[in-house]
């Protein structure tokens, strides 16, 4: 038999990307003992360029801004760009760690295979060590690492990659470049491939709405937050109008006009693929119907000459770590909050959620509202116990009133405000 070794004293934080420093920071103000298990080299997560897997490239930023985008405690300096990029937000995260101390508690190059519920607790399963038992777990493993390439039909003789393999245009200087998806990621790198590919084609299945980064001179999300905070409805009605006015019709520029109202679906935040599209540095097109040779024939019945083809066509939601019937891929209702797990007690999981706003204040907010939730178990039953009936009860509406389109990509998606207040009526419940 497999020899075990009794860590039933802690829990375990698996990754140390944002949300496994800001877990392993509330875990140790708690006072709560934990092991922190990274399987790269260092801190960082996907922010590090060059850990492997990582989907960075090297024109990324961040989307949200940096005024409010930092954790609660650990604002981003004031010298950082309103956008920072990669870099930066990798120091910003390596700071932070520096500043709680996080990798005293850290093992680098531990490479976890499993993690199964046992009894009051969890058995994890590490690659090349013997089976360790803890009191349970904090999955803090990111949802861009697993890339969604779809198949299509025909047979193409040119080069195919996943966005998450893009690194810089020099990929595809002088190469004629079909990039599959509009999300945030295909627009960057649909802007960024036209400064040295020969042409770039963005190819879309439907409309979306475009938010330039900056509003009347501030950062958009800044902007936002200065005003009322109006209901879902009237805010929809009141942005698209504004929209409208900033960006215009899209569809002058090629674009398909949007099939939905304004936060229905992820809207897109960039400015640079707008300005490529009036310059004509990247046209657009619509869903690909095959590939044949090196053509792209696309369902309008027009065809383009391609010599690449980058599939930015996301991420799958999944948790390679645990088995299908403690979480199946995709999975949100088994999560309340999306984060603790209904029947698992044990089993917490940071980050899965896709927003309209910074996601490290909320991931600061997941990670305070675990620690304390775990602290309350041990010292305030009765405390705990009110908890537990927030888990077997419905889930609160985190939609802010919206009626989100029923597409994958909205699955566990929550709007900022309403998720804060969520997580924010469930600390203090435990405070």
Same mark, same amino acid.
Not at 300 to 312: C, K, L, N, Q, Y
Not at 367 to 375: G, T
């Given at each position: ?297 696309? $369902? ?11 599939? $930015? ?119």
């Amino acid at each position: 038999m497999q020899p075990v070794i009794d860590r039933s004293d802690r829990y375990v934080v698996i990754g140390a990307g944002p949300g496994g420093l800001c877990a392993a920071r509330w875990l140790a103000d708690q006072g709560l003992a934990f092991d922190l298990l990274e399987r790269h080299p260092d801190v960082g997560g996907i922010w590090d360029i060059g850990f492997a897997g990582s989907p960075m490239y090297e024109s990324a930023h961040f989307i949200s801004s940096r005024t409010l985008s930092g954790f609660r405690d650990f604002p981003m300096p004031d010298d950082y760009p309103d956008y920072p990029g990669h870099r930066q937000i990798l120091g910003y995260l390596r700071a932070y760690a520096d500043r709680h101390a996080v990798r005293k508690n850290a093992e680098f190059g531990v490479v976890v295979t499993s993690v199964r519920p046992a009894g009051d607790g969890v058995s994890v399963s590490i690659a090349g060590q013997d089976e360790r038992r803890y009191a349970g777990a904090v999955l803090a493993l990111g949802q861009q690492w697993t890339p969604r390439t779809p198949e299509l039909p025909g047979r193409f003789e040119g080069t195919v990659f996943h966005s998450s393999a893009y690194r810089s245009a020099r990929q595809v200087a002088g190469r004629r470049v079909l990039v599959v998806g509009g999300g945030n990621s295909g627009c960057d790198i649909a802007a960024d491939a036209a400064t040295q590919a020969e042409a770039v084609f963005l190819s879309l299945r439907r409309g979306y709405w475009f938010i330039p980064k900056h509003v009347f001179g501030v950062p958009a999300d800044v902007f936002g937050a200065r005003g009322p905070h109006l209901p879902g409805w009237l805010e929809q009605r009141v942005l698209e109008r504004l929209l409208k006015v900033l960006v215009g019709d899209v569809t002058r520029l090629g674009l398909p006009a949007p099939d939905h109202r304004l936060f229905q679906t992820h809207p897109v935040l960039n400015s640079q693929i707008l300005h490529a599209l009036a310059h004509g540095d990247v046209a657009v097109r619509g869903d690909v119907r095959a590939l044949d040779g090196r053509q792209a024939v696309f $369902a309008d019945g027009r065809s383009e000459p391609i010599d690449t083809v980058i599939f $930015a066509t996301g991420y799958r939601r999944a948790f390679p770590i645990l088995d299908p019937d403690v979480h199946r891929e995709g999975e949100v209702g088994s999560l309340y909050l999306n984060l603790a797990h209904r029947r698992h007690p044990g089993l917490f999981v940071i980050g899965f959620f896709e927003t309209d706003g910074g996601a490290f204040p909320l991931i600061d907010l997941q990670c305070e509202l675990v620690a304390r939730l775990i602290r309350a178990r041990r010292e305030s039953p009765e405390t705990a116990a009110r908890f537990a009936r927030r888990l077997a009860g419905p889930a609160p509406d985190l939609r802010g009133g919206i009626r989100f389109l029923e597409v994958e990509r909205m699955a566990n998606y929550v709007r900022t405000l309403p998720y804060r207040r969520a997580l924010t009526a469930a600390i203090r419940e435990l405070t």
